[in-house]
């Protein structure tokens, strides 16, 4: 089955800071990656997708991916406190990383 | 915001005991997802449905739950006799036909004691 390994379990960063998120998938022929925040006590919310080699910028927030390496990251730039939630990110609706829990400290 | 709206929110049931979650899609979104995440925040696919098909589900989902997505009516999501292992936010998702991005409710949060 194909699975998708996230990087780190947790994360802290400053207000402001730039919180770094990483996956990468087992399957070499996965599409697309879509990353979702999760906040407590709410469902998770999709951030946004990438399908191309290369970055996507929107917002703050930009992800990366690489096809050959089958890895996508997220960052997000001037981090806020409003920020701190769970991220995962999903190769497909069938596929989801284990989360990044990001906190962003004031 | 998503209108996916699941119910009830808090679901409390002894060992043994029927547990029972029903789902309304977004309007126009055939395709309807349902997860378990556990208490380390891990994402556990059950099953999915077009329209009222089953399109995958695993074996665990196979053997001790009960799902449909009748037409006119929620979608609900039933584990036959609850285990303390089923303790978890059970979330419940949907999509248009062609479009790859999910749309989550809020979840019902199950608690088996």
């Known amino acids: 089955q194909q699975k998708v390994q996230q990087s780190p379990e947790s994360l802290s960063v400053p207000e402001g800071g730039m919180a770094s998120l990483n996956c990468t998938s087992s399957d070499r022929n996965f599409q697309y990656f879509w990353w979702y925040r999760q906040h407590s006590g709410e469902g998770p919310k999709a951030l946004m997708?990438?399908?191309?080699?290369g970055d996507k910028k929107e917002g703050r927030f930009t992800a990366h991916l690489n096809k050959a390496s089958l890895h996508v990251s997220l960052h997000i730039r001037d981090s806020q406190p409003s920020d701190s939630a769970l991220y995962f990110c999903a190769a497909s609706p069938l596929t989801f990383g284990d989360g990044t829990v990001l906190t962003v400290k004031p | 915001n998503s209108k996916v709206i699941q119910t009830p929110r808090y679901l409390v049931k002894g060992q043994g005991q029927k547990a029972k979650m029903r789902c309304i899609p977004e309007k126009g979104h055939p395709v309807v997802f349902w997860y378990q995440q556990n208490k380390n925040n891990e994402f556990k696919f059950l099953i999915n449905f077009q329209n009222q098909e089953v399109l995958q589900q695993i074996d665990m989902t196979e053997k001790r739950f009960s799902a449909e997505c009748p037409s006119n009516s929620p979608c609900s999501l039933e584990i036959q006799s609850s285990e303390a292992g089923d303790s978890a936010l059970y979330l419940c998702?949907?999509?248009?036909?062609?479009?790859?991005?999910?749309?989550f409710g809020k979840g019902t949060r199950l608690t088996v004691v």
């Open positions: 997708s990438i399908f191309s080699d």
């Open positions: 998702a949907s999509r248009r036909q062609r479009d790859t991005e999910v749309f």
